[in-house]
């Protein structure tokens, strides 16, 4: 039951966040949530398009719905951004996790770290105290991620039992790749090279 109320939650989120990019739909910004939530329900070959959504994104990790939340809240004007500071120190802190768990996971590396979610008291340990660094760098947003994410694994609110999957998913890594290069301009400038090579190829 508790996966089927995060899969829609993950489609209303996502679903907002997304819609809520354009500029057009800033009027109608909070009405986006309920009607985004009766989509949810509605029903194609009997499975639900929030059902369909979680056949291709999977659970989503606590952390990343945090995030998602944390995002529509701004978008409503509910809670203020993030300071560049703190947007970098979550894309370092969650792009150092992605880093020590997916280059194993396509064997790139001989040590498996996803095998120390099973077991996961040290880690909670160093979770704990990256949440404290957080909390002294007033950086709001990645103490909620870390502190609900694990509160997550204890309750064990999602159907695995392995705590990297609460903090971490795919779908947060590839927006702390794409967020991190575009926080340094990288993004910009491999675009703007890659159309300088376009062109002269062309030419």
């Not at 985004?36 to 989503?60: G, K, Q």
């Amino acid at each position: 039951m508790v996966s089927v109320w995060q899969a829609h939650l993950s489609f209303v989120l996502l679903g907002f966040v997304l819609l809520s990019m354009f500029r057009f739909t800033a009027p109608w910004r909070p009405w986006l949530l309920p009607l985004l939530v009766v989509l949810s329900f509605i029903p194609v070959n009997e499975l639900s398009l929030a059902a369909y959504v979680r056949s291709f994104t999977d659970d989503l990790a606590i952390s990343t719905l945090v995030l998602l939340a944390w995002v529509s809240l701004c978008r409503l004007g509910v809670v203020q951004p993030l300071g560049r500071p703190q947007q970098v120190q979550v894309l370092v802190l969650f792009g150092v996790l992605s880093l020590l768990l997916y280059p194993a996971t396509m064997g790139l590396t001989y040590y498996d770290p996803y095998r120390w979610g099973f077991n996961p008291r040290p880690m909670i340990v160093l979770v704990g105290a990256a949440a404290l660094l957080m909390l002294w760098l007033r950086n709001a947003l990645a103490v909620w991620m870390l502190t609900l994410g694990t509160l997550a694994f204890a309750l064990r609110l999602k159907a695995s039992e392995n705590y990297w999957d609460y903090l971490v998913d795919p779908l947060l890594t590839g927006y702390c790749v794409i967020a991190g290069l575009m926080q340094f301009n990288l993004w910009e400038r491999a675009c703007s090279r890659m159309r300088r090579v376009r062109r002269h190829i062309c030419d």
